[in-house]
């Protein structure tokens, strides 16, 4: 086989490196472009979340702020519940309670004229005694706390001021009459009625 001498066309620059290298900057790039894609997925993902999450926050509120006209209008039957409440207080148990009297008052038949008036208002009255004391001032007292709303009933339908809580009288409610009401009789009686009275407190002395 001849053999000729070597001129510049047989000189080749080695193209195995170079051409790995041009391959692993491509994928590098493709790397790139994908990441970058990704993130920007992500980050339309996250913002579409924070603006649904925005328009939740803001439509809870409407709703929470139409509920209250309904508040409202069960405001007005809790107007109705008040006054079923004071009809309550106008219908207390009268029977569950016993009342005595005590007149230190010094007037004659007063204890016996407010007996009736206490009675005809449907309480019980079971005892009616007289002392003496310088009290001037009529007082309901009630025994135990229980009685509070009783005594506060009958005193204002006999006219009585004070109410107090004692353990002294053993009777429910016990009414001590001083001269401040037994001249002019219970409340809503006529003063002819403590005339009654009189004639029949004769008898206790």
Known sequence: MPDYPEDEFDRLPPTGRRGAHRQESTLSQRSAYVLIAIVAIVAVLLVVGVVNIIRTSFHDPEEQVEEPPAATETDSPGEDGTDEGEDTTAEVDKESVVVSIQ??????????????????????????????SPESVSTLYYSDPEHEVQAAALAEELGVEQIEESAEYPTDLTLVLASDLAADGPQGTATDGAETGEESTAPLG
Request: hydrophobic residues 35%; charged residues 10%.
């Open 103 to 132: 007149n230190i008052s010094g007037v004659n038949g007063a204890a016996a004229s407010f007996q009736e008036a206490i009675e005809g208002n449907g309480w019980t009255v079971e005892g009616v005694t007289t002392g003496s």
